[in-house]
């Protein structure tokens, strides 16, 4: 583990450079908590790399290895339970969990997805989909959005936002960049605020109350 009082667990699939700016927020003060497992449903991640290199617990749970989602969810669930965690980041994790994770973690788990929510989210809009249909749209703005995980996909609570302006000669390559940017800037941020206790939900609505 590291980090202070609050612990904190990260699911992800891939790369982990979300996972990575959390780490960095943790060492440096920013977020008073402490990350106390990274849980990959891909044993090959890079994110599990980047935890061991930081002296972080790391586990890994296939969803091949069970026979339905409720099963894996479950399991997901049991893992972070055994790692005591508080609150669980959603980090680039491609899969979709059932009710009984959020059974146990309703209101303590958030995601970062690469667009403006509601737009842009549900079944089927990640990666260079959602990225790729931003373009298609016509819109001129696009952003980063961490939200509280609820079962339904991508439409919890909104937690902070951020937007990139889309310029004439914006491909879904160089979009997914300057988006992934707004992304390690707004995460650590939300990860902070929930630590320090300043963020309650009214309905869909999140409010931020001042720290000072
Ligand atoms: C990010 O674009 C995030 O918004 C989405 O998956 C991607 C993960 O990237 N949910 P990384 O693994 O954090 O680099």
């Given at each position: 583990m590291i980090g202070g009082p609050v612990r904190i667990g990260a699911l992800v699939s891939g790369s982990g450079s979300n996972l990575q700016a959390i780490i960095d927020a943790v060492e440096s003060g920013q977020i008073k908590g402490g990350l106390v497992v990274v849980v990959s449903s891909n044993d090959r991640a890079y994110a599990l790399e980047r935890a061991r290199q930081h002296g972080i617990a790391t586990e890994v749970v296939r969803y091949e290895d069970f026979s339905s989602r409720r099963e894996f969810s479950e399991q997901i669930a049991h893992v972070l339970t055994e790692y005591r965690?508080?609150?669980v980041c959603l980090a680039g994790f491609m899969r979709i969990l059932d009710r009984v994770f959020f059974e146990r973690y309703h209101g303590d788990a958030m995601n970062i997805h690469p667009a403006l929510l509601p737009a842009f989210g549900g079944k089927g809009m990640y990666g260079h989909l959602v990225h790729e249909?931003?373009?298609?749209?016509?819109?001129?703005?696009?952003?980063?959005?961490?939200?509280?995980?609820?079962?339904e996909c991508d439409v919890g609570p909104i937690i902070l936002q951020d937007i990139v302006?889309?310029?004439?000669?914006d491909t879904p390559e160089s979009l997914a960049a300057k988006v992934l940017q707004v992304e390690h800037r707004i995460y650590p941020k939300?990860?902070?605020?929930?630590?320090?206790?300043?963020?309650?939900?009214?309905?869909?609505?999140v409010r931020r109350r001042s720290g000072q």
């Open positions: 965690v508080d609150l249909a931003v373009i298609a749209s016509g819109t001129q703005f696009s952003g980063a959005t961490v939200h509280f995980v609820t079962e302006r889309i310029e004439d000669d939300a990860v902070e605020l929930y630590c320090a206790g300043l963020l309650t939900v009214d309905g869909m609505r």
